[in-house]
């Protein structure tokens, strides 16, 4: 991502055009700040996140079922 699209989104992200579902979500309460650090990561990066969040979440489930 370039400097300039960051800045694009930045500004869409704080001034959504009217009954945008940019919009919508800004005034439901949903942050959508975090779009940006996940938009500049490469599609690699992005995979290795979704993998450790996998990783997380399966001994998460395997810890709860011991705990039963």
């Known amino acids: ?3 300039e699209e960051r800045e694009r989104i930045i500004e869409l992200i704080n001034h959504p055009p009217p009954g945008s579902k940019i919009a919508d979500a800004k005034r439901y309460g949903i942050d ?3 779009l940006i ?3 500049e ?3 690699s990066a992005r995979l290795e996140e979704l993998e450790s969040a996998q990783q997380f979440l399966a001994k998460f489930r ?3 079922r ?3």
């Open 1 to 3: 991502m370039t400097a």
């Open 32 to 34: 959508l700040t975090p």
């Open 37 to 39: 650090r996940r938009l």
């Open 41 to 43: 990561l490469s599609p």
């Open 62 to 64: 395997a810890a709860a």
């Open 66 to 68: 011991e705990h039963r």
